[in-house]
């Protein structure tokens, strides 16, 4: 029996809708890279974050952020992170707070929040960002309740504008 038109363009039909299929889950996959965050950081509870950019946020807010350039590289040179990961800390102080971190204690308001360490996990020395004062405008401290977090206490408060508020979807 011989081929029709519409028999011979079958498998382009097929090959263009693989390709559709294929543009389109990348699409989605992109976005979804910028709506979730995978923390398998110990810092906070490891798992999926949901990303929320429009939210107020404040202290106590578990936010999401790309690290200052100087604490990047720290990150990348030590293995703490995979590079480009984003960070998962809590906003500890925001504008007007008093901050304290000297060698030994990291204070927000006189409350303490953690020690300051010397060296990391592997024995490497670590330099605390040392300030005792108020906290900019448009800038926020960040950090945990864990004992190896590296956060503002090493690198200094972030700016605001760079924060976005994570929400746990699933933690283990």
């Known amino acids: 029996m011989p081929s029709t038109p519409n028999d011979r363009s079958r498998p382009f ?5 693989i390709l559709l299929c294929s543009c389109m889950l990348i699409a989605v996959a992109s976005a979804a890279a910028h709506l979730f965050l995978w923390n398998i950081s110990p810092s906070v509870p490891r798992g999926l974050y949901l990303l929320r950019r429009e939210s107020t946020l404040g202290v106590g807010s578990l ?49 303490r929040i953690g020690d300051v360490l010397t060296v990391d996990s592997a024995g490497r020395s ?16 960040v950090a945990t309740s864990a004992r190896l ?14 924060l976005v508020q994570a929400v746990p ?4």
């Open 126 to 141: 670590l330099r605390p960002f040392r300030v005792c004062g108020p906290v900019p405008l448009g800038e926020a401290f």
């Open 149 to 162: 977090s590296f956060d503002s206490r090493y690198f200094g408060p972030v700016p605001l504008s760079s």
């Open 13 to 17: 039909r097929l090959v263009a809708e």
């Open 63 to 111: 936010v999401s952020f790309s690290p200052p350039a100087a604490a990047a590289q720290i990150i990348e040179a030590r293995r703490y992170l995979p590079r480009g990961a984003g960070l998962l800390k809590r906003i500890v102080a925001s504008p007007g707070d008093q901050v304290c971190i000297d060698e030994h204690t990291y204070r927000v308001n006189g409350a």
């Open 169 to 172: 979807v699933w933690t283990y």
